[in-house]
Structures are given as structure tokens and as C-alpha cells.
């Protein structure tokens, strides 16, 4: 009976489940092909990042306002797509960081908007406009995360200075900016961000390979953007060094 009930608990033929003890299932594993690492891109410069990575889409984020999408002449919509392109190439290296950062989000290239970006816009939702200075509330704001004062000011100067570049916001003088309420980019953040401040937050994941390292901003010196109406928000503190 006992040998009956080992002869039906075994199986007639091998399903490949089990290690056959003769090597085979090691040298099979050994041979499967392995997953290719994709080959991490370098650019030149953001620019042509965001032609690589937004490709024929590119043109739908360089119209920067309702009023240059009015146009009806091709030549003049692409003029002032490549003057879009020649504002970015003209920014500092942490503006264009983050002006890269803005785009993609916004097409969908990256799954989450930059903190400090993210921050901004909210205070300018919250408050209805940015100020920039030591009294200023994006200082303020960046200080409560907390950054250092020398970041806070030098990212919330940058980043003030890259959304009045993209037109985003408009300088009404002495550092203060309100919403623009034509720009197109800025009419695509907040829908998206009121999108996923409602939703749970996905667990997608960029292209392996695809992203060049981000910036550590909590301790990094960041460049005092040479714009006039940003300039004051600027102060003569040493710059933070990398850990």
C-alpha cells in the first residue's frame, strides 16, 4: 500500500519545476539572456534634452501664451517657438535645470514637479503672488522645509527668475510677481496639480538610464540668477558647500 501511494504521489513526467540534479537547470539559467542596461544620454545642453526627450511634441510647450498661439502665419509660430528655445539657452545653468524639470513635467516626461518648483507655484496659488527678498514669502516659505537661508534665497530667486522668463508670472515691481493669466504653462501646472493632489500618487518610474542625476538642492550653491528684478534676493552669504 505504501508503495502505491509513492508510485501516485509521483509524478510520470518532468515539468521542468524541479532542479534535476544533473546541472542542466544551472547551465539554462547561466544562458538566459540578460536584460540590457540602456545607455545613459548626455546632452549638450537642456535644450537639447527637451528636443530628445519631448521630440515632435516639443513645439506644444514653447508657445508660452494664449495671445502667441493666436497666430495664423507658420513662420511666425515657429519664430516664436525658437525664441522660446533661445530664452532657455540664455538662463543660468539652475534655471535651465529647472525650466527643463517645468517642461517635462508638464508633458509628461516626468511623473513629479521639482519641490522647490512645486513650492512656488503653490505659494502663488495660495497668496496670489511671489516676492522675492528676505521678507519675501517664497523665502519664508522654502526656510519652514527647512532649507538654509542661502539656498532658499538662491533656488526661490532662480525659480522665480525662470517662471518670469517663460512668462508664467509678470514683474508688477519692486521683486513682486503675480500669475500671468495668459500663460498657457502655467494654466497646464495647476490642472495637473490639482489632478494629483486628488489622486494617490503613482508608482511609475522613468526610463532606466533615461535621467541624467538630479540635483541635491537642500545643500547645493546655486547660482544668483543676474536678473534685475531678482537680483535683491540675492545677499553676500559663502555659498553651501556639497556634502
Do not use: W
Not at 495664423?72 to 515657429?78: F, H, M, R
Amino acid at each position: 500500500a505504501a508503495a502505491l501511494m509513492i508510485e501516485s504521489a509521483t509524478p510520470d513526467h518532468d515539468d521542468g519545476s524541479a532542479p534535476t540534479g544533473d546541472g542542466s537547470d544551472v547551465v539554462a539559467e547561466a544562458s538566459a539572456p540578460k536584460k540590457e542596461r540602456v545607455p545613459r544620454k548626455h546632452y549638450s545642453d537642456k535644450v537639447e534634452r527637451l528636443k530628445d526627450r519631448l521630440g515632435a511634441s516639443l513645439g506644444e510647450y514653447m508657445v508660452l501664451t494664449a495671445a502667441d498661439a493666436m497666430v495664423e502665419d507658420e513662420a511666425a509660430l515657429q519664430a516664436t517657438m525658437d525664441a522660446t528655445l533661445q530664452i532657455i539657452r540664455d538662463m543660468n545653468s539652475k534655471e535651465k535645470n529647472r525650466a527643463s524639470g517645468f517642461i517635462e513635467f508638464l508633458s509628461g516626461k516626468k511623473a513629479k514637479l521639482n519641490n522647490v518648483l512645486e513650492r512656488v507655484l503653490s505659494v502663488l496659488e495660495r497668496d496670489g503672488y511671489v516676492q522675492t527678498g528676505n521678507e519675501g514669502n517664497v523665502f519664508k516659505d522654502l526656510l519652514s522645509r527647512p532649507y538654509s537661508p542661502a539656498s532658499a534665497r538662491a533656488m526661490g530667486g532662480n525659480t522665480i527668475s525662470m517662471f518670469a522668463d517663460l512668462k508664467v508670472i509678470l514683474a508688477e515691481g519692486k521683486g513682486r510677481f503675480v500669475a500671468n493669466p495668459d500663460s498657457l504653462l502655467l494654466a497646464k501646472a495647476k490642472s495637473m496639480l490639482t489632478a494629483a493632489a486628488k489622486a494617490p500618487a503613482p508608482a511609475a518610474s522613468e526610463p532606466e538610464g533615461a535621467e541624467e542625476v538630479e540635483e541635491v538642492e537642500e545643500v547645493e550653491a546655486e547660482e544668483v540668477s543676474a536678473t534685475p528684478e531678482v537680483a535683491a534676493a540675492a545677499a553676500a552669504e559663502p555659498e553651501e558647500a556639497l556634502m
